[in-house]
């Protein structure tokens, strides 16, 4: 079993920055890939960013391309999100997930495990 720990977040002005981070610990050695999406209320849950655990290409969403980033610290098992030039879009519920098998990085039903969830308020 894979659990995920998240952190950070918080409220920023628009145009601002914060980090997230997510540490994994269990189960590691299962693990596949790890996402980032966001929740807002009334609406579907939504890819943001996933990263293969081993490497390779990432992949961004058109909504956050050149504005989220993504860092490693591989020794801990924690994967960070840079959220920069934030707009009060960006406002909502972020929860990182991880995948144990082969599927497909953009869909949350191939996500397993999953992170507490933690809020990002953007004010314009």
């Known amino acids: 079993q894979v659990i995920l720990q998240e952190s950070g977040g918080g409220l920023a002005q628009a145009g601002g920055s914060l980090r997230l981070s997510c540490a994994a610990s269990g189960s590691t050695f299962r693990l596949f890939a790890m996402g980032w999406f966001r929740q807002v209320p009334g609406k579907e849950r939504e890819f943001l960013v996933g990263t293969w655990w081993t490497g390779g290409d990432n992949s961004f969403a058109d909504s956050v391309k050149g504005r989220f980033t993504l860092s490693k610290d591989n020794a801990k098992n924690i994967k960070y999100l840079q959220l920069n030039s934030l707009k009060p879009e960006d406002t909502g519920v972020y929860y990182c997930?991880?995948?144990?098998?082969?599927?497909?990085?953009?869909?949350?039903?191939?996500?397993?495990?999953w992170g507490q969830g933690t809020q990002v308020t953007v004010s314009s």
């Open positions: 997930a991880a995948m144990t098998s082969a599927g497909i990085i953009t869909q949350d039903t191939a996500y397993a495990a």
